[in-house]
């Protein structure tokens, strides 16, 4: 298929793994395809925006764009984590700034000020405004749900909780609600975010793009017999995918050569059988988690347009971990290897990002290691509609 056709060939998207292709590139950096995305995907699904810690008072707030609308997540009066309009109800400025702890928010540009919950709480001047009826100047809100410690928020407004007790049962012992934060790695990525977010859905490109860092560590000829079904999927050897075709969210579970576990530093205790196993979880469309019995590494998409989202590495760790002054040495170290795993990734990406945008590209097949992709793809092909 060209890249110039018209309509795009998606027989080979949607058939089994092992005849599969990829997504066409239309499907990529492209203004028109990602107006569908957004209004068809993005919008209507739950989106991570942050983590519990960062509003973890009453009055803590940070800012957020999500597709370019402006979201503010606060912790308001009564103890409630809130999703509102970061917009201001009279002329359209932006009511909160970065991120800090607040008693209200004031608008810059003409002083409204609101509630930590949204409610309109004052504006000077409009005493001679007749009929301005202030309950119908609380900022807007979206639907919020918290998971495992994560906060998304959905700007379909109608939408159900994601049920994701499944996935809660895989990853118990590595109690990631209780994980914090360190400061992310951030990095600009001037394409489109589905280049960044199937990069780590996959290990396949790990011997070759991180030869010098993890790629000795698992061993991707071990996983040769691909065998999948439509309620089980799983890849022979020590690795593992379990969860089927047609959920929202993948669980998947490779094997180390040897233990993961750092002695000496604080980390919940796993069962033995999970000491070597590194597990991705993905919940479509952006979150993707690689936990590990150390740490978890949570790369966050936050997406902007067709051909620009900002990445995001957060390094989750146990609270001593984070907070005790003796290790910081350990997560600087953590931080300095997550970061060279990523400076590897990066320069491919944007070749791929270039790649994608020849006129001679036509989609390549997938290797049996790449799963998690076609899952994506033809779970985002459904949503399409
Ligand atoms: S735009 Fe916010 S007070 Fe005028
Ligand atoms: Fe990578």
Partial sequence: MKRNSKFPDLTSVKAP???A??????????DMHFLREKTTILQRNWIVVGRWEQVENTGDYFTIDLFEEPIVIVRDQNNT???LSNVCRHRAAAVAQGSGNTKHFVCPYHQWNYKLSGEFNGA???????DFTKEE???DEFPVMEWQGFIFVNLSKTAKPLDLTEVDDYIRPFHLSELKRLEPIRYDCPWDWKISSENVMEFYHYPGVHAKTVGGLFDINNSIDAEYEDSLLAVGGENL????RGKPYIFAMQASQNSLITPGIPAFEVPESLANKQVGVHVFPNISLIITPNFTVWPHFIIDNANSHRLEYNILVHPDLADKPEFSGIREYFREMIQAIHDEDMPVLKQVAKGLKSANHTPG????????IWLFHTWMLEELG
């Fill in 17 to 19: 793994l092992s005849e």
């Fill in 137 to 139: 100047c609380g900022l």
């Fill in 21 to 30: 292709s990829f997504l066409p590139s239309e499907y990529y950096g492209n």
């Fill in 124 to 130: 000077p001047a409009m005493e001679r405004a007749t």
């Fill in 81 to 83: 984590v809130k999703a």
């Fill in 241 to 244: 995918y379990a969860l089927g």
């Fill in 365 to 372: 097949r997938l290797s049996h290691l790449e799963l998690v």
